[in-house]
T-cell receptor, first 119, second 115 residues
Framework: DGGITQSPKYLFRKEGQNVTLSCEQN?????MYWYRQDPGQGLRLIYY???????QKGDIAEGYSVSREKKESFPLTVTSAQKNPTAFYLC??????????????????FGEGSRLTVL | GENVEQHPSTLSVQEGDSAVIKCTYS??????FPWYKQELGKGPQLIID?????GEKKDQRIAVTLNKTAKHFSLHITETQPEDSAVYFC??????????????FGAGTQVVVTP
């Protein structure tokens, strides 16, 4: 089955520790994204990547880092610099990065999310 | 940048009744408006979308309307069923050509369908 796999589903971390969330897709999509979901705030974009070895900051990149060494993989590291890391993290992918001038943009396919709790 | 507001934040309906969720957007250049459904413990999934050159789109019990002049769009669910209980997100895609077509999401609506 094609899809996006996130792991772990639940993660607990002590303050001051870095933690890496895994995201793997077998949809052969070029573009991948990380979103953060907090109650009442919808989905906020952390980082995105449209091609291997290239990624860009989203709206709330501070305290996070990513890599895109393989097309299938886009891991997110939540560093100790992130002031409020407890949240639900969603990884997504699309065929390509949406073009602003085209109305037929690529559908986002989401993983099932990783819930991070900082103790 | 684009700003999307979504109302209501929670919606409780009796099974069989209709549910309506409304979103407004700020960027008149936005040209694509998807709706995502997120069931408990899962990631969001696209359920319907509408492009800026269309005023209404229907798919079985769900429909979406778009009013470009007023910059708002709505999701309509008719004959609601318990399996419609979920969080629904609206989104608007930027049409501004000096950037990429980023999706801006609304804050979400928790829909509860009671039998």
């Amino acid at each position: 089955d094609g899809g996006i796999t996130q792991s772990p589903k639940y993660l607990f971390r002590k303050e001051g520790q870095n933690v890496t969330l895994s995201c793997e897709q077998n949809l052969n999509h070029d573009a991948m994204y990380w979103y953060r979901q907090d109650p009442g705030q919808g989905l906020r974009l952390i980082y995105y990547s449209q091609i291997v070895n290239d990624f860009q900051k989203g709206d709330i990149a501070e305290g996070y880092s990513v890599s895109r060494e393989k097309k299938e993989s886009f891991p997110l590291t939540v560093t100790s610099a992130q002031k409020n890391p407890t949240a639900f993290y969603l990884c997504a992918s699309s065929i390509r990065l949406p073009h602003p001038g085209l109305t037929n943009t690529g559908e986002l396919f989401f993983g099932e999310g990783s819930r991070l709790t900082v103790l | 940048g684009e700003n999307v507001e979504q109302h209501p934040s929670t919606l409780s309906v009796q099974e069989g009744d209709s549910a309506v969720i409304k979103c407004t957007y700020s960027d008149s250049a936005s040209n694509y408006f998807p709706w995502y459904k997120q069931e408990l413990g899962k990631g969001p999934q696209l359920i319907i979308d509408i492009r800026s050159n269309v005023g209404e789109k229907k798919d079985q019990r769900i429909a979406v309307t778009l009013n470009k002049t007023a910059k708002h769009f709505s999701l309509h669910i008719t004959e609601t069923q318990p399996e419609d209980s979920a969080v629904y997100f609206c989104a608007a895609k930027s049409g501004t050509t000096d950037s990429w077509g980023k999706l801006q999401f609304g804050a979400g609506t928790q829909v509860v369908v009671t039998p």
